[in-house]
């Protein structure tokens, strides 16, 4: 049973990494989860220097998930090679870095520095602000999304993922205007907002945070279908996933990989059981190769 995919030549053992964000760099949760047994694993993403994040709280629980507005808190650039890149390479999965900014010379910074550093493929958060612009996200103007992809692209020496934020009109124009990426990756979270009524006031002192877990998962398949159909690059489809059923929803909606994300907060193991049940599935319905499940809904 062959459960390898490929995402711009890079070959997977299976389609399961973990979401940015929900792993630390793999270290904070390699004594729960064998990191051998992923396809890959995603690193928070890094920028150019540290960067302190927001003030708290930062995250709050909500109906079918949870918001965060950790603001991207990272230790930097020097830290991930110096650090987290050694402990990965231990281990027998593949390296995904991902890599955030508030400009585009800040982007093209960590990816140049990122060129020397054994790591399979780069993802560009495109949901920072863009300091420039006012503040809008890259991943919401479709000119700066183009943009951004053509100048990481430029400089890169691995295959470059772009992660879309679904907090646009048309993900489809977004998915295009990201055309010059080896692959894609969606969906970020999305924009919400909680009161506390009690204290009468933001339940997150951002005020607005990104809404993640299995109350998006239906937005993130749809997104994930437009998109697989809409351009001719591998996706890493993410949003809500729990269960390896989550996981081969967005598979037959197109994606060739999928992202656990929130989840690895509640259950640890959840990446190992997703594996375990996709395997189930294949078994049972006598399928021996993932790839044919790959956008097998039309």
């Not at 995402?7 to 399961?16: H, M, R, S, T, Y």
């Not at 230790?75 to 991930?80: F, R």
């Not at 809500?240 to 989550?246: K, L, N, P, R």
Request: with cysteine; hydrophobic share 45%.
């Amino acid at each position: 049973m062959n459960l390898s995919v490929n995402i711009a030549g890079v070959e997977f053992k299976n389609p399961v990494t973990v979401a940015s964000g929900t792993f630390g760099s793999g270290a904070e949760y390699h004594e729960f989860v064998d990191l051998n047994k992923l396809g890959a694993v995603t690193t928070k993403g890094v920028a150019n220097v540290p960067w302190p994040g927001n003030p708290t709280p930062r995250i709050a629980e909500t109906y079918g998930g949870m918001m965060n507005a950790v603001g991207l808190q990272n230790p930097g650039i020097d830290v991930l090679c110096g650090r987290d890149i050694p402990f990965l390479k231990q281990f027998d999965t593949k390296i995904i870095v991902n890599v955030c900014g508030k400009s585009e010379q800040d982007y093209v910074e960590v990816v140049e520095r990122l060129g020397d550093e054994d790591v399979d493929l780069l993802e560009i958060n495109v949901s920072c602000p863009n300091v420039k612009e006012g503040g809008i996200a890259f991943g919401q103007d479709p000119k700066a999304l183009e943009q951004i992809t053509k100048a990481v692209k430029a400089k890169a020496k691995q295959p470059i993922v772009m992660k879309l934020s679904p907090n646009v009109t048309d993900i489809m124009v977004m998915a295009k205007a990201a055309g010059g990426a080896d692959a894609l990756s969606l969906i970020n979270t999305l924009t919400g907002m909680k009161i506390d009524i009690n204290r009468r006031q933001f339940a997150i002192a951002n005020k607005t945070g990104g809404l993640s877990g299995p109350a998006i998962k239906p937005v993130a398949v749809r997104m994930v279908y437009q998109v697989a159909n809409a351009v001719d690059v591998p996706i890493i489809g993410m949003g809500g996933i729990s269960t390896a059923e989550d996981a081969l929803e967005f598979i037959m909606a197109g994606a060739t990989a999928v992202s656990v994300g929130t989840a690895n907060f509640i259950n640890p193991a959840t990446t190992l059981e997703v594996v375990d049940g996709i395997k189930t599935y294949m078994e049972r319905h006598q399928i021996n190769d993932i790839n044919e499940l790959i956008g097998c809904v039309k």
